[in-house]
Structures are given as structure tokens and as C-alpha cells.
């Protein structure tokens, strides 16, 4: 599970994965806010075994309404993308693929795993029209 937690101004940005607690379909996390505010807390499940990637990027509209999650993504032997996984060989470059349903300013927020273990975060904000 991805819990993605941004403050209502898109200026602070949380990634968590709730745990399972031992009970059936209960998971759960301690989250320690990074900044004061208002939040928009939006989640994502996926199967056991669907979770993993080289990286990610969180898409949300200014107005904090308009969520998006993508992996990143490699060719496979036929050409066709498919996710980056960790322990792959692939960059300097890696691909992803969103779509800004409506116009307006986006914020993203990039997710990097590096080959030491660290993840780095990189903000962007774009305009579409």
C-alpha cells in the first residue's frame, strides 16, 4: 500500500507504506506530518509481488484534486515498456508516462531508489494547456 500524503498547497510531500498489523486487511503506520498544515491523503493498493520499482512519480493538479501514481518504466526485449525494476541494469535516463486530464499547474514529485539504497525526492511544477 502507498499512502501519499501532500499539504493542501502542494508545498510538502510524504510517501509512507502502512504495514500489516497480524489482523486481516489491517494495516497500519505511524506518519510524523513534515510541516504544519492542511493534508489531501490519498492511497493505492496493489497485489503482494506488484509493489516494487525503480521509481515513481506522484502527479497532483494546484487545486490538490486531480491524484496520479506512474512507474517508472524500461523497454523489454520486444520493445514494449514495462516497469523498472530494482536490481535491473538501465539509465542514465529512465522513462514515465503521465497525463494531465485537465489544464491548469501540476506538481510532481519524482521518487529515485539509488544504487546505494538511498531514495531522493525531486519537485517539479509544470503547466498544461
Do not use: C, K
Amino acid at each position: 500500500m502507498h499512502l501519499i500524503a501532500t499539504r493542501e498547497d502542494l508545498g510538502t510531500f510524504a510517501h509512507a507504506h502502512p504495514q500489516p498489523t497480524g489482523r486481516p486487511g489491517q494495516l497500519a503506520i505511524d506518519l510524523v506530518f513534515p510541516t504544519a498544515g492542511r493534508y489531501v491523503v490519498n492511497t493505492e493498493f496493489r497485489r503482494q509481488g506488484q509493489l516494487s520499482a525503480a521509481g515513481h512519480v506522484v502527479v497532483m493538479r494546484a487545486d490538490a484534486v486531480t491524484f496520479a501514481h506512474e512507474h517508472v518504466e524500461v523497454e523489454n526485449d520486444r520493445g514494449r515498456p514495462v516497469f523498472a525494476l530494482p536490481g535491473q541494469t538501465f539509465g542514465p535516463q529512465l522513462d514515465v508516462h503521465a497525463e494531465f486530464p485537465t489544464p491548469g499547474r501540476y506538481r510532481i514529485w519524482g521518487q529515485f531508489r539509488l544504487a546505494d539504497g538511498r531514495v531522493i525526492t525531486a519537485p517539479f511544477t509544470v503547466t498544461a494547456s
